[in-house]
Structures are given as C-alpha cells and as structure tokens.
C-alpha cells in the first residue's frame, strides 16, 4: 500500500466517493489550496482518502449583557464579518457556540453543520485536546 497526495488531474478518480463533492467544489475556484491524501492498493486502487483545507476561524462572539437578547450587535458583526470576508476573498468561516444564546443565533442563519467535529493534532507537540464546555443541540 502507498501514500500521497492525488494531483488535481487525479482528482476524477474519486467518484463516487466522500471526497467527490469535496473536490468538485474546489475544482470550480482555480486558487482553492485542496491537498488530497489518497491511500492505494499495489495495483494502484484508491482504498482511502482524506482531504486537507485551510479554512477560517471565527471564535470569541461577544456581546455585553446590556445588549444580550437583542438582534442589533448580533446582526452588525455579520454584516460586518461577510464585509470583511468579501474584501478578503473568504467564503466562509467556522466557528462555535459557548452559549446557548449563540447556539440560537447560529441556528437562525442556517449555520449547524452536520456531524460531530474535532480537533486533531497533528504535530508531535502533546497538548490536552479541546473539551467542549456544553453541548447545544
């Protein structure tokens, strides 16, 4: 078995697979930064794949307990971040809920995401792994 990274031209071997979607999108913007990881059998099969992305953050969402339960700060700070993403060429971010308050908001927009994610190290630095404080669902 080998391993490496699928070049863009190999890119339609993964049909029919979870990576399919994945790299379609891609292939659709010509700067995308996509590394493909594939695993092949000795005949050259692909018997596993796992795509690498960057991707940007939003995290610390804050609101002053003054303006809690309102929309307006809330509904500034999107407008603002999808102003700030648009001049900057970015398309979407990832974030999270430490709040039940913010749980509700990223509701309201669409923004849950299927399945469970974590975080995964990958260097060799040993640090503890991030703990959810709660759970919103």
């Not at 700067?31 to 695993?39: I, R, Y």
């Not at 940007?56 to 971040?81: D, I, M, Q």
Request: hydrophobic letters at 45%; a neutral charge; glycine letters at 8%.
């Amino acid at each position: 078995m080998t391993s490496r990274i699928l070049p863009r031209e190999e890119w339609g071997r993964l049909q029919g697979t979870e990576l399919e979607q994945i790299v379609t999108a891609a292939a659709r913007r010509d700067n995308e930064v996509l590394l493909v990881l594939v695993a092949e059998d000795k005949d050259g099969a692909i018997v596993g794949g796992w795509a690498l992305f960057p991707i940007w953050h939003a995290e610390g969402l804050w609101v002053s307990p003054n303006h809690r339960g309102k929309a307006a700060v809330g509904r500034r700070l999107l407008r603002f971040a999808r102003a700030v993403a648009e001049q900057f060429g970015i398309s979407a971010v990832m974030t999270a809920a430490n709040s039940s308050q913010v749980a509700r908001m990223l509701d309201a927009i669409g923004m849950r995401l299927p399945g469970t994610h974590y975080l995964l190290p990958l260097t060799s630095v040993r640090e503890e792994p991030c703990q959810p404080q709660s759970q919103y669902h």
